[in-house]
């Protein structure tokens, strides 16, 4: 299970502000959907990834996301009915921009091309460290 803020511009666009998009990342393998599926949608929002939302009142509820993210569900950590017993542990797709003011809550900074290499506080990419993956944590 991981918590982070998604920076992206897809989530920035789903959250509709300059915030990020906050998911809570659980395998598949361990997630199963009991009621509501005959509102869920899907939205190819990109060329990786796609939205699922209610189709009742239009809430953002998961994503997808292929390739290396495809084993895990990713859900919105603003559903009432999602709880975690973590908080976020990083920020990802950070842009220097981000930086003043957005991101200063002390959480890991990833952004870059792709978005998930590791950046200090500076926005600078820290060339030995371990890129971000929903198994990060």
């Keep these: 299970v991981y918590c982070c803020h998604c920076h992206c511009t897809a989530c920035r666009k789903v959250s509709g502000s300059l915030h990020p998009q906050t ?53 919105a950590a603003g559903r009432r009915d999602c709880s975690t017993d973590r908080g976020p542990s990083a920020h990802i797709f950070v842009t220097a921009e981000l930086l003043r003011g957005i991101c200063t809550d002390g959480l890991e900074l990833f952004g870059g091309d792709g978005g998930l290499h590791p950046l200090d506080e500076h926005g600078e990419l820290i060339e030995d460290g371990r890129p971000w993956t929903p198994r990060h944590r």
């Excluded at 009621?35 to 997808?64: D, Q």
């Design 23 to 75: 998911w809570v990342g659980i395998p598949k393998i361990a997630f199963q959907l009991k009621t509501g599926y005959e509102e869920l949608r899907w939205f190819a929002s990109s060329s990786f990834a796609s939205r699922g939302f209610c189709s009742a009142c239009g809430s953002t509820i998961f994503r997808k996301h292929a390739a290396a993210w495809d084993d895990f569900m990713h859900i």
